[in-house]
């Protein structure tokens, strides 16, 4: 049982990562992430790049999510060129979050995203991590109109990922997607706090194409389409501490994932990180 409810859709897996010392990541290159319009104080923008969470290739930029501020960025591999992309204010018409400002709680939280091939063209979405209800709001952007973006509020998908524990573990928190042969791929980062009997776990979990999109067009009228093949991944650890999924991206090699070993308290507290790594799953390893 998970969550109240028989795992009768999704078959559940566990895989353990082996350490490979043939494979190794070489820092070719370090680009400071400035803005061509520059800073915007009525729109709360900082002249710079806050974060890289996640991204995916939209035509052909590079789109860029943020964690720590409501803006889309978008990076021109030839000029890098990066232009700013304004997402919806949080609470007074913030668009950064942080500590010191004590507002993170109103912040969207984008962790991870992908870009899909649709009939209408190449669609990116961006997940916020579901850690908090703020959190539960897809941002989709279609190529043909990448400055308007629209935000989606998904609760009910949310509250079915984080219903079966054996993908969302004791605290849900999701920090990778990629699209794969019909199926969305979601990752979610075991650095939760552990909850009576729940420990955090890091898993995907796959969702039919057809049926999630039918769902984000109107979320109001549509089920969220069912869970399949959780599969439950033990990472290892770094330096005393676990390592938990931090994006993930499909290639024609498999699936490289990168992952941190952070001592967080629970999903949204930050902690002291002793390193990160860099990993290849197979492509389909059921």
């Known amino acids: 049982m998970m969550g109240g409810k028989a795992l009768s859709e999704a078959t559940v897996s566990m895989i353990q990562a082996k350490r490979d010392p043939a494979l190794k990541a070489i820092v070719q290159k370090r680009i400071p992430l400035f803005y061509s319009q520059g800073a915007d104080l009525a729109n709360d923008r900082p002249a710079h790049v806050r974060a890289g969470s996640s991204l995916s290739w939209l035509g052909d930029k590079l789109a860029l999510v943020q964690d720590d501020a409501n803006f889309l960025v978008f990076i021109d591999p030839d000029s890098l060129t990066v232009e700013a992309i304004t997402l919806a204010a949080g609470e007074a018409g913030v668009r950064q979050f942080d500590d010191l400002r004590g507002n ?122 069912a869970l399949q093949h959780i599969c439950q991944y033990d990472l290892g650890n770094l330096h005393g501490l676990n390592l938990s999924f931090t994006d993930e991206i499909a290639t024609q090699k498999g699936i490289i994932f990168s992952a941190a070993a952070e001592d967080s308290p629970d999903v949204t507290l930050d902690g002291r990180v002793t390193g990160s790594v860099l990993g290849i799953l197979d492509t389909n390893p059921r």
């Open 104 to 225: 993170k709680r109103f912040k969207l939280d984008l962790e991870a995203c992908t870009t899909v091939p649709t009939p209408n063209g190449d669609l990116f979405l961006a997940f916020g991590s579901g850690s908090m209800a703020q959190r539960e709001q897809i941002l989709m952007v279609q190529a043909s109109d990448p400055t308007t973006p629209t935000l989606k509020q998904a609760s009910a998908l949310y509250a079915q990922l984080r219903a079966y524990t054996s993908f969302s573990g004791s605290e849900l928190n999701i920090e990778g997607a990629i699209f794969q042969e019909g199926q969305l791929r979601l990752f979610n980062r075991g650095n939760g706090k552990p909850d009576d009997n729940l420990l955090p776990v890091n898993a995907t979990v796959d969702l039919n194409w057809d049926s999630f999109l039918a769902y984000l067009d109107i979320p109001e009228h549509h089920q969220p389409p």
